[in-house]
Every structure is written in C-alpha cells, then in structure tokens.
C-alpha cells in the first residue's frame, strides 16, 4: 500500500490549503445559516386590518355589535368623514378598507328587507376580501336568525348571533415554525456544504494526482513492478479516503449546529444526500486531477467549477428564482440534484413511498454521475500510461 | 545474456531516433551507452525498459522478452533516471522506502534495504530532511538510493551525474563500481567520456540512434589512426613550422588553435622527443606542453568526424 500511504503524506503536506477551506466554509455556514430566513414561510397568525368604520345610521344594537365584532380583527382609524380624506387615506393605506352604513339600514335589514352595506376597497387586496368575509358572516348569520325567528327581539339576536361567532376553528400546523426553520436553516447548511465540499475534494485529489502525473516520477513509477490495477486501486481508496474523511468532518459540525433534528428522519436523509453528493464530486475531483497539470491551474479550476455548480444549481440563489434555461444547463452537474434534494428534504411534510421516490430517485442521478465519470476517468488514466 | 536488443527501430514521426541498434550485455558488466546529446541513448534507455513503443525490433532481458506488463522482469531492475524522480512531500527515508516498497513488501527487511541504500550513497545524515532542503549532489544521491534500494540485479543510470559537484560525481562513480562488485550488471548512459572510461568494463559509441563501435577502451582506441597528441604553446605562431611539423616523421596531422600547436602521431609512436628537437634547432620560442595519449573523444572524432560535445 506504497501509493495509499504517500496520497495521504501529500495531502498532509496540503493540509493548511484544505483547512483554510473547511474553516471558512464552517464560519460561513453558521453566520449565513443562522441569519437566514425564508420569507414566504411563516407560521399562522391572525393580522388586523385598518379600515374607517362610517356609521350614517343611528346607533342600534346591531350595528353596535358589528362594531364590537370587528374590533377583535380591525384596528379602527379616526379619519374626517369627507370623501378626498377617506380616499387620501386608502390611496396611501393609512387604511385599506371603509364601511359606510347607510341611513336607515338597521330597519330595513331587520325588516328582511335587501339593503347594503356601502364598501371601498383597496382592489384586489387581501385584506379586502378578509374584511368581505368578516361582515358577510356578521350580517348572514344575523339574517339567518331573522329570517327564521320572527319574534325575536334585537337583544336575543345579538346574544345568539355572539354565541355563533364566538365559534372558532382551532388551527394546528403540522410542522412547527421553530422545526421549519431548522429545516430551512439545515437545507441551506446541506446546499451550502456542497460548494465547500467540492473545492476541497478538488484541491485535495488534484494536489494528489499532480503529483503522481509528474513526468519523472510516472516514468519511475511505471519501471517498477506496480500493476496499473493496483496502483488505480490504491489511488481510488486513498481518495475515498479523503473524501470520507472529509465529509465527516462537515457533517459532524451539522449535528453540532442543529443537534437532536439530525436524528429526525429528514435529518438522516440531508446526511444521506449528502454522502450520495461526495461520489460524483469526487469522481469529477479525480478527472480534474488527471487533467490539469500545474498549481495555478489547480485552484483555478477548483474555484470555477465548484463555484459555477453552486451558482447554477441554486446554492447561492434559491433554484425558484433561476431561469429555465440555467436550470436545465445545471441539470447536467450532480450539484442541481443534490440542492434540489436537499429543498424537497426540506419541504417535504410527510415522509411516505410517495416523498421519498423522488429524493432517491434524484439520489440515483448523483450515482449515475459519479459512475459514468469515473468511468471516463479511468480510459484516460489507462490512455496516459500507454506508451508514446 | 543479462540485455540482448536486436534490431531495434524507433522514430519520432519523421526522425529516426534508433535505427537497427544492436546492443548485448553480459552479466557482471558495466556497460557505458557513450554518445553526443541527441544519439539515442535515452530513448535506447526508455524502449528497454519498456517506457516508449517501437516499431521493429526485439528486447530480452534475462532470457524473457521485455513488455510493459513484465512485472517479474522490472522486479530485478534499477532505474537512476537522468532527472531526479523523487517526491518533495516525502523525507529521504520515506522516498526511499516508498521506492523500495514497490518491489520489496516485507516491512523489516525494507528497513534495512533502506538504511543500506542511505549508508550506501552517504545519506545517514539526511533521512528526515526534505528533498527541497538538499542540494544538487545529495539530491542525485537520492535518487540512485531509490533506485538501488531493493538490490536489483540489473541497474541502469541514465546520465547520474548531470550537474553534479566533483566531490558528488566521484562518490556515485565510486559507488556504481561497487554495486557491480556486489554481483549487479550496470548499464550506464554518459557523454561525460572521462567517466565512461574510468567505470566502464566495455563501451558502446551511439551516434545518430547507431551502436558505431564496441569494446573496452584499449580496443576502441586501437581502431584509429592516431596515437599520442601533443599541444605546445608557441609564442610566435608562423605557417612556416606547421609546414615544417607536418613533414616530420609518424605525424598524422597538426594545427594552430590560437596559439596552440596541435601535433597527432601515428597509432604506437612517439613525437615527442622530436618535435622538442626541432623547436630547440630552429630557436623557436615555446611555452606549456603537453602528451597525452587518444581519448574517446578522439575515437568518436575519427569515426563520425565531430566531437562528443558538439
């Protein structure tokens, strides 16, 4: 194991380049990971609305309740009862919704009779169809009431109509926001770690093979009785190696960072996608090595191609904001299947059959990469060593 | 037969690097390749061992044709290449059992093989520095360790001593004559041809990817004309004493080079005496002079008409 034991003497002679990579890939990725936050994705919670409530009638029971009613999802604002205040208010959303209950509605709501509440709205807001919701429900469950009990006094009403609204539905979420956030902060750990993961296994190999392609010592190394077969196997576990070592050490500072949730079952599988990753990254890694033959040219390379990956295949920029035709150029490195893993990892809500095919499948990608370009790799390893 | 190459072609698209080379070697022989920059003697080398594809010809070494996949052949052989082959990540020790291990897999015997190889070439000393902090002579030393580290039967060193300091280059002459005490067969490639002859037991003259003469170096001076080659330092250099010079007995041609006369004898007489004669009756006034007798280089001049070095 002459070969083994030197591939990992000159990394150890490597080892300050690497480390630089792996201190700076762990301090961005707390700092990053940490203020990272997706700003689509929140938990549940109520918001009030500004709106003018503009009372024109007199002050019922009714309309009163109403008011009572809304103020638990309202915020009221005191404006000017003028039309150019009210709009000024709504063109700047000072407020963003205004009730105007006509003169004489009371009566003729109780009468059955079909009257309207006058509203002015911010188009097409979400707010304004909340507000639609709010009062639609207020009057319908009172005309219900009316339309069904003819002899019940105002008073009654209100009381049966409160009873009714005080109605809620209790809302839970399946995945709590402190475990959606993790899970956000962990995929983008994950997708992150890729980027640093590939620089190293590139500058590590390439530091390695560079040495072993020097002219003067292939030349030796092929004059002695080392098999081709057993030389390409010890170079092939040495990299493994390294590789694992590697990863290890990235994915240990992982369950630092986030502790007990990578023991979940989402957790093991950013680890398992992950371990998938580092088979294509490395064999492109020993491509890399066995073509580029100066130092220069080394963290040139191992610059570009780690960095190009990640910035095609939505390390940096999230996958949803990059265009279709970025996208499809990155389906061709294992660092898109890898990401876009790791997200559907990350937004996945029950692990079934159903979710999981597609992350294997994905998975199953990476390996078919890492095959094909080893593969590759070893025709041009045996095409170099034949003769001139 | 330790090396029997019959034949051998090989070309570099147009050039004809060897062409029809014939080489045998015997066992216990050093056998010095002597030959200008560009003759072949490196490619030779590398076809030997099975480094570069030829286009006719035949190899055997110890009987069995050589081959890229001969394993059990490369195991007896020792390569000193012309460059340094060592890693700059690894201590003297560590090139050295690294290079020794790829033929030698028992741990405890390698360790001795190693600290054999290092006492051999006179690095002791040096087993943990790095090769960066060696200089040029200690590093050519290193490199004849990695390569005889594993005792091999055959060893060939492919111009060692390039670029080496005088104290270094006679400590690896030294050493490679021992080796070849020690039972090994040597093939050793130089244009240094003082070395060749001062190691070699036979020798060998490539020119133009040729084999153009063969023997010791007492047989290959008797296959010219000239003999002994005096140079004298004349004051007053006149066409008039050339002419005078060349009409002298046994003399086989004579020159001016500056100031320098250049007289060559025929083969088995001597001058010497005569030409001193001469420049005393005629007064003329002279400085250094020298004798020596034919060198390789004067061998190599008569059969190609150039000189080793040009």
């Not at chain 2, 004579?254 to 100031?259: I, K, L, T």
Request: glycine content about 6%; overall charge neutral; charged content about 20%.
């Amino acid at each position: 194991m002459q070969v083994y034991k030197v591939y990992f003497k000159i990394i150890k002679s490597n080892i300050i380049q690497l480390m630089i990579y792996v201190f700076v890939f762990l301090f961005l990725a707390v700092i990053l990971s940490s203020t990272y936050s997706d700003p689509i994705k929140t938990d549940f919670t109520s918001a009030k609305v500004n709106i003018a409530f503009i009372n024109e009638d007199e002050d019922s029971i009714l309309l009163n309740n109403l008011k009572d009613y809304l103020e638990s999802h309202v915020n009221f604002i005191a404006l000017p009862h003028n039309e150019k205040s009210l709009q000024d208010a709504l063109f700047f959303r000072q407020i963003e919704y205004i009730v105007r209950i006509p003169k004489g509605f009371t009566k003729s709501f109780l009468k059955s009779e079909k009257v309207s509440v006058n509203i002015t709205k911010v188009p097409e807001s979400t707010s304004g169809i909340y507000m639609d919701t709010l009062i639609n429900k207020y009057l319908n469950t009172a005309r219900i009431y009316i339309e069904s009990e003819n002899d019940m006094t105002e008073k009654e009403l209100i009381e049966n109509m409160n009873t009714d609204l005080s109605e809620s539905a209790e809302i839970v979420m399946l995945n709590s926001a402190v475990e959606n956030d993790t899970y956000e902060k962990c995929a983008y750990y994950y997708n992150y770690l890729s980027y640093s993961l590939f620089a190293i296994l590139i500058l590590g190999v390439s530091a390695v093979m560079m040495v072993f392609h020097n002219k003067d010592l292939k030349k030796r190394n092929n004059c002695s009785p080392l098999k081709l077969k057993c030389m390409n196997f010890q170079m092939i576990l040495g990299n493994f190696s390294f590789t694992m070592v590697t990863w290890i050490l990235m994915i240990a500072s992982s369950f630092i960072l986030y502790g007990s949730f990578m023991f979940t079952s989402k957790g093991l599988l950013f680890i398992m996608n992950s371990f998938v990753f580092t088979l294509p990254a490395l064999s492109i890694s020993y491509l890399i090595g066995n073509l580029i033959k100066s130092k220069n040219a080394m963290s040139a390379v191992s610059n570009v191609v780690s960095l190009g990956t990640c910035f095609i295949s939505g390390v940096f920029v999230p996958q949803a904001h990059l265009g279709d035709t970025v996208l499809k150029l990155a389906s061709f490195t294992p660092t898109y299947w890898y990401v876009k893993t790791n997200n559907a990892i990350a937004d996945s809500i029950i692990l079934n059959t159903d979710t999981l095919m597609p992350l294997f499948y994905n998975m199953l990608i990476m390996v078919g990469f890492a095959v094909a370009v080893l593969v590759v790799t070893l025709v041009i390893i045996k095409q170099k060593r034949g003769l001139a | 037969m330790v090396i029997s190459v019959k034949n051998l072609t090989k070309r570099y698209g147009d050039l004809v690097a060897l062409d029809h080379f014939n080489l045998e070697v015997g066992e216990g022989e050093i056998l010095g390749l002597l030959g200008p920059n560009g003759s072949g003697k490196t490619t030779a080398i590398n076809c030997i061992l099975s480094l570069l594809k030829y286009e006719k010809g035949s190899i055997d070494i110890y009987g069995k044709p050589m081959a890229p996949e001969a394993y059990d052949l490369k195991r007896k052989i020792g390569i000193i290449m012309q460059n340094v082959a060592v890693f700059e990540e690894l201590t003297v020790y560590e090139n050295i059992d690294y290079f020794c291990g790829l033929y030698i897999s028992d741990k405890n015997k390698r360790r001795s093989l190693v600290i054999e190889a290092m006492d051999f070439v006179g690095l002791n000393d040096y087993g943990k520095f790095y090769p960066k902090k060696l200089s040029g002579g200690l590093l050519r030393r290193l490199n004849i360790a990695c390569g005889i580290a594993h005792k091999p039967d055959l060893i060939i060193l492919d111009e060692p001593t390039v670029a080496v300091d005088p104290q270094s280059r006679n400590n690896i002459l030294e050493g490679i004559q021992r080796l070849n005490r020690e039972g090994a067969t040597v093939i050793y490639t130089s244009h240094y041809m003082e070395e060749v002859e001062q190691i070699c037991t036979r020798i060998a003259i490539m020119d133009k990817g040729k084999i153009i003469a063969t023997g010791n170096k007492e047989e290959l001076k008797a296959m010219i004309n000239s003999g002994e080659k005096i140079t004298v330092e004349i004051y007053n250099p006149e066409n008039r004493i050339l002419t005078d010079v060349k009409n002298l007995p046994h003399i086989v041609s004579a020159f001016f080079h500056d100031s320098f006369l250049t007289v060559k004898s025929e083969r088995d007489k001597n001058n010497l005496m005569v030409l001193i004669d001469y420049l005393k009756t005629r007064q003329i006034a002279f400085g250094k002079i020298y004798s020596e007798p034919p060198t390789l280089n004067d061998v190599f001049l008569e059969i190609t008409g150039k000189e080793l070095r040009d």
